[in-house]
């Protein structure tokens, strides 16, 4: 065995002991009996796999950060739900599996059974996640993401708006909480509608998620200009949190539905800064035709 391919195993092998130990604590923690027995069977097959590749590495697995990963992993559920954190763990499994069908025809013929038997259950993980966790958290999540999204593009397009008309931080901040709230109504009331359509979800439950992630974005981003009294600062912090929320969700969508994060953050954040300088140009050309730039 090449030392490439003894680091490579070794690693596999401490990965899938580490996440036996995470969907065993997670089982522990989980109140549902149809979870907590899923979650139980994740931990085992893992652990299988991880004595697979301990038998061919020869030695013990390494377990160094196991303990920081686990309390990190059900911090992660009680923020994120149960799905984010299993759909983490195997985030890496296109990766896993072209290895192991990689090294499968160069093993012995009963350790390569074997490794057959570990890649159909990597395969089968994450359709037996989705099938079977099912959780309010990630059924509502796409009406919090929708909130959230359009609060950050709109509500920066108000604040660069009012960048080219005015230079109080405070009428620019009250401007984005007015704005905010009169569409914070207008999205709730449009995830009803839409809730009203989708089979298994409540309309009261999607209109209340979708305004409540509006409103506290809206905050998020108004914040900056009652503390801040230098325009440009206030409106760079700003557009600074509104990046990071971005990031935030974006990453949370790429995990859940498998998407690249790099494309999708970029392009939400080019959105942003589109918006926000179309706007700031459109308010800076009514100021200065109405002759109002600078008197408030």
Same mark, same amino acid.
């Given at each position: 065995?090449?030392?490439?391919?003894?680091?490579?195993?070794?690693k596999y092998c401490t990965d899938e002991l580490i996440d036996s130990e995470v969907y065993n604590a997670l089982s522990a /923690?989980?109140k549902d009996p149809k979870r907590r027995e899923i979650l139980k069977r994740m931990s085992v097959e893992e652990k299988n796999?991880?004595?697979?590749?301990?038998?061919?590495?020869?030695?013990?697995?390494? &377990?160094?950060?196991?303990?920081?990963?686990?309390?990190?992993?059900?911090?992660?559920?009680? $923020?994120?739900? @149960?799905?984010?954190?299993?759909?983490?763990?195997?985030?890496?499994?296109?990766?896993? $599996? /072209?290895?192991?069908?990689?090294?499968? !025809?160069?093993?012995?013929?009963?350790?390569?059974?074997?490794?057959?038997?570990?890649?159909?259950?990597?395969?089968?993980?994450?359709?037996?996640?989705?099938?079977?966790?099912?959780?309010?958290?990630?059924?509502?999540?796409?009406?919090?993401?929708?909130?959230?999204?359009?609060?950050?593009?709109?509500?920066?397009? $108000? /604040?660069?708006?009012?960048?080219?008309?005015?230079?109080?931080?405070?009428?620019?901040?009250?401007?984005?909480? $007015?704005?905010?709230?009169? #569409?914070?109504?207008?999205?709730?009331?449009?995830?009803? @509608?839409?809730?009203?359509?989708?089979?298994?979800?409540?309309?009261?439950?999607?209109?209340?998620m979708t305004g409540i992630a509006y409103i506290l974005a809206v905050l998020a981003l108004a914040l900056p200009y009652f @503390?801040?009294?230098?325009?440009?600062? #206030?409106?760079? %912090?700003? %557009?600074?949190?509104?990046?990071?929320?971005?990031?935030?969700? &974006?990453?949370?969508?790429?995990?859940?539905?498998? !998407?690249?994060?790099?494309?999708?953050?970029?392009?939400?954040?080019?959105?942003?800064?589109?918006?926000?300088? #179309?706007?700031?140009?459109?308010?800076?050309?009514?100021?200065?035709?109405?002759?109002?730039?600078?008197?408030?």
């Open positions: 065995m090449d030392e490439y391919l003894e680091r490579t195993i070794e /923690h989980e796999h991880s004595d697979f590749w301990r038998e061919l590495l020869g030695r013990e697995c390494k &377990t160094r950060g196991l303990k920081t990963k686990i309390l990190l992993m059900l911090l992660l559920r009680k $923020v994120l739900g @149960l799905t984010f954190v299993s759909m983490f763990l195997e985030r890496h499994e296109e990766e896993v $599996v /072209h290895f192991y069908k990689g090294i499968e !025809k160069s093993l012995p013929p009963e350790a390569s059974g074997k490794l057959k038997a570990i890649i159909e259950d990597e395969e089968r993980h994450e359709l037996e996640i989705i099938s079977s966790l099912d959780e309010k958290i990630v059924k509502y999540m796409s009406f919090v993401i929708l909130g959230l999204a359009d609060a950050i593009v709109e509500i920066n397009g $108000v /604040h660069a708006g009012f960048l080219g008309v005015t230079e109080s931080t405070i009428v620019t901040g009250i401007a984005g909480l $007015v704005v905010g709230l009169s #569409a914070a109504i207008s999205m709730s009331s449009a995830a009803y @509608l839409q809730a009203k359509h989708d089979v298994g979800k409540s309309p009261k439950t999607s209109a209340i @503390l801040i009294r230098r325009m440009i600062s #206030a409106f760079a %912090v700003s %557009v600074s949190l509104g990046i990071v929320m971005i990031a935030g969700f &974006t990453y949370y969508a790429s995990i859940l539905q498998r !998407k690249e994060f790099l494309r999708e953050f970029l392009e939400s954040t080019a959105l942003m800064m589109g918006t926000a300088l #179309a706007s700031y140009m459109f308010g800076d050309a009514l100021g200065t035709f109405f002759g109002i730039r600078g008197i408030f």
